[in-house]
């Protein structure tokens, strides 16, 4: 989904404007929309359906999480030696 420039001034990013997009990230799932920013948006069927997607997309067939990258991440933070000046 990408934004047309030529409908607003400012722009500086061209015909590749994107302003929601989903991908792959560090063995999980990222999903991330610019829109609904009124109260508005979430009357509407098609911001709702946009949004349900992303949420899908995210959770992926996923039924059991695994946390164990995150962990391993957490104790190495925790564990690691304090910097010092």
Same mark, same amino acid.
């Given at each position: 989904?990408?934004?047309?420039?030529?409908?607003?001034?400012?722009?500086?990013?061209?015909?590749? *404007?994107?302003? /929601?997009?989903? *991908?792959?990230?560090?063995?999980?799932?990222?999903?991330?929309?610019?829109?609904? *920013?009124?109260? =508005?948006?979430?009357?509407?069927?098609?911001?709702?359906? *946009?949004?349900?997607?992303?949420?899908?997309?995210?959770?992926?067939?996923?039924? =059991?999480?695994?946390?164990?990258?995150?962990?391993?991440?957490?104790?190495?933070?925790?564990?690691? /030696?304090?910097?010092?000046?």
């Amino acid at each position: 989904m990408k934004v047309d420039e030529s409908t607003y001034q400012g722009g500086k990013m061209g015909k590749d *404007h994107p302003i /929601s997009w989903y *991908h792959d990230y560090d063995g999980g799932r990222a999903f991330y929309t610019e829109l609904g *920013h009124t109260d =508005e948006s979430y009357k509407e069927d098609n911001f709702l359906k *946009h949004v349900l997607g992303g949420i899908q997309y995210a959770i992926g067939k996923n039924l =059991e999480l695994d946390y164990a990258k995150l962990l391993r991440c957490a104790f190495r933070k925790k564990t690691a /030696s304090p910097v010092r000046p």
